[in-house]
């Protein structure tokens, strides 16, 4: 269908040819020799997503972005932010050069130097706080760029620094502990299995705004097959409108849902008995202590009709193979996330409905892999037991990725830990991304010395001593899995702009300085690691260049069977009901039993009558990363704060009416909008904005003592309505 489509296109472009004029042509932006313009295919990365989109070159120089239609597992499609990287890539707030600090911290007056002054100066300073306090004195930090993840690590493990930290202390790290407790330690973030289940549950996602083109289509794909969609999120949005069945929790009450959910099955005798015999350990606990959790009391707690979560318990047990679509974020973005999260991964055990075709976690088909990608390989940290925080949170200590938890960066660089930060080296920060960015931004204006890699400078930048430019996707090449067989070369869409480098060819030339080089084997160049990267797919960089960048994978690993995943890998070697590393942590909320907390009992509700949500994405904006797009951010020109019509009425504030949102930690003003989307008693607020930043109001002690998490989408807040000014 689609290379019809793609024929037809050709041959209207053929015909214009022949009846435009060179300039109509140009004008048409149509490629070839008349018009000079050129196409290369490339990924977008602009969210991480690496979706495949046709950028069109005029004199080197992007004109125009399509969504590529022709390559093996291309949709075709760009999103609002992929068609925006023309302004993007050009933005007058790229750092082109490297540049040393000449103003105050935070003031941003930056000098060019060369990159020799830049890359000694960082390897200086790192080798001789090594030298005279030692490693652990430096601090390195990543933000959600992850394509070079594993290769930072191996940098971090190199040189010797246990205190080594990424945004994932807030994203996605969670979720993987609450399912590696429950499915075992090879388990991270599971797609479902659209193709083949009878039952979808969303919970807490909404794949329409935030994966648009990859997720979304998946998403989409299950929808066309006219399966049961069950929904779980506390807004209204794109994604719920397809759904069969629609549930509305308050936000971080999933727990009590799933329990609540669980409980309905079991009286009803829908569960798995033999799969839960087989596969299962704690089984007896996890039915006497999910037995609280009546009908009643779970409306009572979430909000939800108890009747439609009778319903969705039947359709999730008896209309299977039910699958699971879970997120990164929402649900461990609260401070019982990981129970939570556990509670609901279970749901897929009780069911019979782990590893299953169709299931969560399900068998598949036999895939190549590329070396180190980012959540195949998570590698193992050194030194992870002198960590500034090491055994403050046991069980992400054991589990994930043994990372830092870099949640209370603000207290490590104000000297409050064990032994001070003196050096902070920064790949992609953005401080307005952690509660209390202005606690992180004293911490800033404290630690000795600060170097920071980015593409643009953002206000993190502008406190560092150093600032190193950053290449972005279209100025490197690159190696992606178009399909789980097939291989794609990127080539440079465009050559580097001023003097950047690529993040990779950074930790290289800091390595070198530093005394040892990355990879095992170890490789020197980017061309060697991409060679590396490449090798268990037994293909080489030139063989896949000569055939134009795509290859099907000579090697292959074998087929994922069910019976080789429910070889689980818990300590007990069953699917554990009761978790033995959450029990082993001997601490408060460490239940072995996916056990419910309500946050509502810790907030001083009484006063901050509203549970605040902040950061469900907007399909046009990307964390910090879009504000200083016109096309994107044009649409809301100021801070906006999302309230239900009866809560609008409560506080007697109209839509578009200014108010200051308060919480326990402090204010700012917004603009309302009045919306039957929020769920009555919940408000929205985006997040990553430099100015009316909501992260300014959240408490940084706010956190799940399990995973250390924030609770970004339960806190509490109250609406004043600001009178006009006379
Ligand atoms: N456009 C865009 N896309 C993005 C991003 C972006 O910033 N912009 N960020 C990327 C990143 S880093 C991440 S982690 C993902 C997140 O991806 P998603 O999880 O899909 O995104 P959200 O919109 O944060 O959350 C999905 C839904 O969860 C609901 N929700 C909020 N709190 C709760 C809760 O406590 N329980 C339940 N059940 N639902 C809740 C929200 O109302 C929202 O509609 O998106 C990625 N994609
Ligand atoms: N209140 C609230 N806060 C949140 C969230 C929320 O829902 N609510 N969501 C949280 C979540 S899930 C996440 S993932 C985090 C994301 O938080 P961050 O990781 O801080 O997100 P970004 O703003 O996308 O990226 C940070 C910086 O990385 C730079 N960058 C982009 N690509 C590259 C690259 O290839 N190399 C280098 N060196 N730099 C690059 C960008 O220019 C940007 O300055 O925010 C968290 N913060
Ligand atoms: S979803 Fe959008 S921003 Fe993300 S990679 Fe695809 S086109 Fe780019
Ligand atoms: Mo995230």
Redesign the pocket.
Known sequence: MQMDREMDNQEKISKLRVTLSAEELLRAKIPGKETGIEVRTGT????????L?DFYLKDGKIIKIEGNKTLPGASGR??V??AALKQALYHPDRILYPMKRVGARGEGKFERISWEEALDTVAERMQSVKKIYGAEQTMIYMGHPKWFRPQITDFVNKYGTPNYGTESSTCAYALMMANQCNFGKNIMLMPPDFGRCNTLIVWGVNPLYS???KGGAGFLHAVDRGINIIVVDPKCTSTTEYATLHLRPVPGTDGALALGIARVIITEELQDMEYIEKYTTGYEAYREYVMEFTPEKVEEITGVPAADMIRAARMIASEGPSSLMLSASPVVHNINGVQNGRAIGLLMALTGNFGMPGGFAGPGPARTRLKDAFMQSIQDRDYQKNGLNYGEFPAWDRLTSRELQVERMADFLLGKGAYPIRNLIAFGMNHHMWPRPDRLEEGLKQVEFFACADIYMNETCKYADILLPVATSQEREQIELLTPQTVFYQQKVLENQGETKNDIEILLELAKRLGFSLGDPVYHTYEEYLQDRLSPTGLTLEELRAHHGVMQAKELMPPRTTEDILKVQTPTGKIEFTSTVLESCEKEWHEALPVYHDFREILPMNDYPLVLTTGSRKPQL?HSRTYRLPWLVNMETCPVVELHPEDAMRYGVADGEQVMLETPVGSLDMMAIVTTSCLKGVVNVYHGAETGDINLLLDDTYIDPISGFPGFKSYCCRIVKKEAEA
């Open positions: 977008c990365g602009f969210c991480g997503g690496e979706c989109l760009v999103c932010k992929g994966n648009s083109v990307f």
